[in-house]
């Protein structure tokens, strides 16, 4: 506390030069709350000002890559969404969108829009983790209890229809791994009926606080040029003035069919930030609406035996039908030599598969472009120049997934 | 004339036949022409560098040439276009660093030297950036070990992990010695 009156006096009564300074090299994490997971930020402060900001990463590193080339294309599912575990889905769809390319999968309309509302509902859901645990940084502890409320009808959602609250491994290459249940549609419907009203409900309690808009107007502002050299892409790419969404510039599973806004800004403050996310939920709700109009009885499974399981009850009466069960199970598909990559938009970015294949039945090569660890590299341009406080402020409206940097 | 066709054009004198695959076109480069390449692409209109990755070929059946590929993934927000540049590289190569170029680029370059070995001259900060410290080798060259256990089972049968695997997928004869084809065993009534 000393030290901290004398540095003020100092530089209030002399003019800066006559006393010899020097950055002080602090440590921030791994273990911390504002750090959203197990981050460590080394930084070079000069004074309240950050000088130089280096993120050491990996302390998640689980090697995601190296063991899905050693599984089958199947079994691979497993794994993708257990990379970014708030938006586990996007995951999911990205992989199975890579490998479907290799091995020219056609997937049922039905499944692709399934495949859609799923992945919506669960970007509203991380969006949700990001405002709550956000706001929660600047000192607002009320909104988190009210966005987690919802985000666990969405879970309940989620575990209506794959088993599961998270990891949910439902996507299959081909389709899906079973029809929704009967319950599933009027539950989300109640869902997006209600929801519009929750987000009023949040728009009250922060939108026009003065706290947040003090702490994240004009803070770590990230220009349009920083963001494209520094690889930043996904919302906080949209807030700064860059309207890429890749659902709209090079549309996957039929999103070319459903109407939507993609909510941009030009500020490229941690303001833009998040409110181009808080936009971006109630423009996934309509996506999910058109989604679930459209939405019509039919299989969920590619028909190809080579790529999906025969069903339960051929394989009493059909040789056929259990060889090629057989050979599924033990073995798996065996995709032509290739290699392919699909860019699809995930909550946090650019994220795709780039997957080669020998001709095995497991991929050669899987390179996971990670929409996090690179979006990380635009803590520099937000913070440098910036208060050592504001750095809290700016890791949370990049929004990080510890689990997506790493790998 | 699209923007992948303006550039390929300007890189001819540079790179080889461009490769088209399932509407992803890649074009081989020369190790020493990297830098001028992608700043020409730069130049031209793919203003965003998406990714850095490497490919370790080594036990691709059939690929001949040199061992790792590194491709860069370029990307035009104007033209939504995408191209892949790639170069070969052998064994203890190294690359010139493109962060002057796009500062993103670190922490893909050292993604690529971590997981490969791959050292990129003149990067301001090459460190692993995933794996451990102490962590000898690259994980994503292929002749890294997986790390499993072999397994020994009661009745004196041992199962290598990495030979089991060999067997399922039919390119090696594996524990259970069937290379595809007929099974002898089955057919014959001794």
Redesign the interface.
């Known amino acids: 506390m000393n030290n901290h009156k004398t540095a003020n006096a100092g530089s209030a009564t002399t003019p800066r030069g006559e006393f010899e300074t020097k950055h002080m090299r602090i440590n921030v994490g791994p273990q911390h709350p504002s750090t959203h997971g197990v981050l460590r930020l080394v930084v070079d402060l000069d004074g309240e000002r950050i000088a130089r900001i280096?993120p050491q990463?990996?302390y998640l590193?689980t090697?995601f890559?190296?063991t899905m080339e050693?599984r089958t294309y199947q079994q691979c599912v497993t794994y993708s969404n257990r990379m970014d575990y708030v938006h586990g889905f996007g995951h999911d769809l990205a992989y199975v969108l890579s490998a479907e390319?290799l091995i020219d999968a056609k997937v049922p309309a039905r499944a692709q829009q399934i495949r859609v509302i799923l992945t919506e509902l669960n970007r509203i859901a991380s969006h949700l983790v990001f405002i709550g645990t956000g706001i929660l940084d600047m000192g607002a502890l009320t909104l988190l209890f009210y966005t987690f409320r919802e985000r666990e009808t969405i879970l309940d959602l989620f575990e209506m229809v794959s088993g599961v609250r998270m990891n949910y491994g439902y996507f299959r290459v081909g389709g899906l791994y079973r029809d929704i249940p009967e319950e599933f549609v009027a539950a989300t419907r109640k869902f997006i009926a209600e929801f519009p009203r929750m987000l009023q409900q949040y728009a009250t309690m922060f939108a026009k606080n003065d706290i947040f808009l003090s702490r994240t107007q004009g803070v770590g502002v990230i220009s349009k040029e920083q963001a494209?050299?520094?690889?930043?892409?996904g919302p906080s790419l949209r807030a700064s003035g860059?309207p890429?969404d890749f659902r709209k510039?090079?549309p996957y599973s039929g999103y070319e069919q459903y109407d939507f806004e993609v909510p941009a800004s030009k500020q490229g403050d941690a303001y833009a930030r998040f409110m181009v996310r808080f936009e971006e939920m109630s423009e996934s709700l309509r996506i999910i609406e058109q989604a679930l109009d459209r939405l019509e009885p039919g299989p969920v499974k590619d028909p190809d035996r080579r790529i999906s399981l025969p069903p339960r009850s051929e394989l009493e009466n059909s040789m056929e039908a259990v060889i090629f069960h057989f050979k599924l199970v033990?073995?798996g598909f065996h995709p032509p030599r290739?290699?392919?990559?699909v860019?699809t938009e995930s909550a946090r970015g650019?994220l795709?598969y780039?997957l080669?294949s020998?001709?095995?039945?497991?991929p050669?090569?899987v390179?996971v472009?990670v929409p996090s660890?690179?979006n990380?590299?635009s803590l520099?341009p937000a913070c440098v120049g910036g208060l050592f406080a504001d750095m809290v402020v700016n890791i949370a409206s990049l929004d990080p997934v510890l689990g997506d940097v790493?790998? | 004339m699209s923007l992948v066709e303006t550039v390929l054009r300007s890189l001819k004198k540079l790179s080889g036949k461009p490769a088209e695959f399932k509407d992803m076109i890649s074009v081989s480069v020369d190790r020493g022409h990297i830098v001028e390449a992608v700043a020409q692409a730069k130049a031209a209109g793919f203003d965003m560098l998406s990714d850095i990755f490497g490919i370790d070929y080594l036990s691709y059946p059939g690929h001949q040439g040199k061992r790792f590929t590194v491709a860069y993934n370029l990307y035009s927000t104007l033209s939504n276009e995408r191209l892949f540049i790639r170069v070969n590289l052998a064994d203890k190569e190294t690359l010139p660093t493109i962060t002057h170029l796009w500062r993103g680029a670190s922490f893909m370059e050292r993604e690529v030297y971590d997981m490969f070995g791959i050292e990129f001259a003149g990067h301001p900060d090459l460190r692993k950036l995933l794996t451990p410290e102490d962590l000898d080798g690259h994980p994503h060259r292929k002749d890294f070990p997986l790390g499993e256990t072999p397994t020994l089972f009661d009745d004196g049968r041992f199962l290598d992990p990495a030979a089991f695997r060999a067997g399922m997928t039919g390119q090696d004869k594996g524990l259970t010695g069937w290379k595809g084809g007929v099974r002898k065993g089955v057919t014959s009534g001794e």
């Open positions: 280096v990463v990996g590193h090697g890559e190296k050693n390319k494209l050299e520094h690889g930043l892409t860059v890429l510039a090079q033990t073995e290739g290699e392919v990559y860019p650019e795709g780039y080669i020998d001709g095995g039945s497991m050669y090569r390179k472009r660890l690179i990380l590299q520099e790493d790998k």
